[in-house]
């Protein structure tokens, strides 16, 4: 499944991109004058290789779950088991990715794939897998939660791989169902320590630069933090050549999973917007895989996680919104939805010069 995933990713289509910025030139406002919103559209006109490109709706956000061994070190101040209770207030609707989701008319489907304690409960009826009202669970577990990274590599390379499947499986699965962007989520405890180590990996940037607070560490064991990634990654001498090998050595199950969704997007030519540092980290894997999956992949935000500014700056992408946030879950992704909604919009909608009769310079 891998292998046929990535050779079915294509660069950006250049015909469509020229067409899409020729039309820029004849719609009514000055040329230029919205900004980094007119080469999105751009973009995404070279992604679905149309121009306009089809509007970037249903939007689904899917929220892979899993667990993290190196939590056993102490790198965050919350107990594991707020992995699996925050996956029963998911399915509530009562988390924050819930009251964003329900405002932007998107479907949320919550995915473990590797979470360590028994989930609290499953709803009571199955959705349907586009229902924007009730948020749906699906059970794909590889392993419950990753081995101690610090210890010993935190997943098999057939663990790994599996997670990246279960993305792609999702990812089709979604898209099948009519859904015309998909948005990534993440959970799970600890998880922003193996992002940091996977940023290190693929970019080269010191760990340093890569390591953040996450979910608010105080000063020592931010220290711990920091010292933890620098010697996972000198344990394992991860290769960026390799991404499932890194993946496996130093990654989460959810990471593994987020790539293998932007890889199952950008093979059906569907847009893929993107999170926080969680989603990032796993974006770069993606890119290792298959260097044209980037023509996928909007930047939903920036996170204040220092590692997701190293991530972008290595992906070449700009992220649309700035708003200081770090909670993950896909938040950062849906408040940026109306941004990539309005830049495809114009496209479709706003009249040309000589359509509305209306003198150019």
Same mark, same amino acid.
């Given at each position: 499944?891998?292998?046929?995933?990535?050779?079915?990713?294509?660069?950006? *289509?250049?015909?469509?991109?020229?067409?899409?910025?020729?039309?820029?030139?004849?719609?009514?406002?000055?040329?230029?004058?919205?900004?980094?919103?007119?080469?999105?559209?751009?973009?995404?006109?070279?992604? #679905?290789?149309? /121009?306009?490109?089809?509007?970037? !709706?249903?939007?689904?956000?899917?929220?892979?779950?899993?667990?993290?061994?190196?939590?056993?070190?102490?790198?965050?101040?919350?107990?594991? !088991?707020?992995? @699996?209770? +925050?996956?029963?207030?998911?399915?509530?609707?009562? $988390?924050?990715?819930?009251?964003? #989701?329900?405002?932007?008319? &998107?479907?949320?489907?919550?995915?473990?794939?590797? =979470? @360590?304690?028994?989930?609290?409960?499953?709803?009571?009826?199955?959705?349907? =897998?586009?229902?924007?009202?009730?948020?749906?669970?699906?059970?794909?577990?590889?392993?419950?939660?990753?081995? *101690?990274?610090?210890?010993?590599?935190?997943?098999?390379?057939?663990?790994?791989?599996?997670?990246?499947?279960?993305?792609?499986?999702?990812?089709?699965?979604?898209?099948?169902?009519?859904?015309?962007?998909?948005?990534?989520?993440?959970?799970?405890?600890?998880?922003?320590?193996?992002?940091?180590?996977?940023?290190? $990996?693929?970019?080269? &940037?010191?760990?340093?630069?890569?390591?953040?607070?996450?979910?608010?560490? *105080?000063?020592?064991?931010?220290?711990?933090?920091?010292?933890?990634?620098?010697? &996972?990654?000198?344990?394992?001498?991860?290769?960026?050549?390799?991404?499932?090998? =890194?993946?496996?050595?130093?990654?989460?199950?959810?990471? %593994?999973?987020? %790539?293998?969704?932007?890889?199952?997007?950008?093979?059906?030519?569907?847009?893929?917007?993107?999170?926080?540092?969680?989603?990032?980290? %796993?974006?770069? @894997?993606?890119?290792?895989?298959?260097?044209? @999956?980037? /023509?996928? +992949?909007?930047?939903?935000?920036?996170?204040?996680?220092?590692?997701?500014?190293?991530?972008?700056?290595?992906?070449?992408?700009?992220?649309?919104?700035?708003?200081?946030?770090?909670?993950?879950?896909?938040?950062?992704?849906?408040?940026?939805?109306?941004?990539?909604?309005?830049?495809?919009?114009?496209?479709?909608?706003?009249?040309?010069?000589?359509?509305?009769?209306? %003198?150019?310079?």
């Amino acid at each position: 499944m891998l292998e046929t995933t990535i050779a079915a990713i294509r660069p950006a *289509d250049d015909t469509a991109m020229a067409a899409a910025r020729e039309l820029h030139g004849r719609l009514t406002k000055p040329v230029g004058s919205l900004g980094s919103l007119e080469e999105l559209s751009v973009r995404l006109a070279g992604l #679905a290789g149309a /121009c306009p490109p089809p509007l970037p !709706e249903p939007a689904a956000v899917a929220i892979f779950a899993g667990d993290h061994g190196v939590h056993a070190q102490g790198v965050s101040p919350w107990p594991q !088991e707020v992995t @699996a209770q +925050m996956i029963g207030n998911f399915l509530a609707g009562g $988390a924050v990715v819930n009251a964003f #989701a329900r405002q932007a008319g &998107a479907s949320v489907t919550v995915v473990d794939v590797g =979470v @360590a304690t028994p989930l609290p409960g499953e709803p009571a009826a199955t959705p349907t =897998v586009l229902d924007p009202a009730v948020p749906r669970l699906v059970v794909a577990s590889v392993r419950r939660g990753t081995r *101690d990274l610090a210890v010993t590599a935190a997943l098999t390379r057939d663990e790994a791989l599996a997670a990246v499947q279960t993305g792609i499986r999702i990812a089709d699965e979604l898209i099948d169902a009519g859904a015309g962007i998909l948005l990534t989520g993440d959970m799970g405890i600890g998880n922003t320590t193996p992002a940091a180590a996977l940023i290190a $990996a693929f970019t080269g &940037a010191d760990p340093l630069d890569t390591t953040g607070r996450g979910t608010g560490v *105080d000063d020592p064991t931010y220290a711990h933090k920091v010292a933890l990634v620098r010697a &996972a990654l000198a344990r394992h001498a991860p290769d960026p050549a390799d991404p499932l090998g =890194v993946l496996a050595a130093v990654g989460g199950l959810e990471h %593994a999973a987020l %790539a293998g969704l932007i890889l199952g997007a950008a093979a059906r030519r569907t847009p893929v917007l993107l999170d926080g540092v969680i989603a990032v980290s %796993a974006a770069l @894997a993606a890119a290792a895989f298959a260097p044209a @999956a980037v /023509c996928a +992949m909007v930047a939903g935000h920036r996170s204040a996680e220092p590692g997701a500014t190293v991530a972008l700056r290595h992906l070449g992408l700009d992220p649309l919104i700035d708003l200081g946030l770090r909670l993950g879950e896909g938040t950062g992704a849906l408040l940026a939805l109306p941004v990539v909604s309005g830049a495809v919009r114009v496209l479709h909608e706003v009249a040309t010069f000589d359509s509305a009769g209306v %003198a150019e310079k």
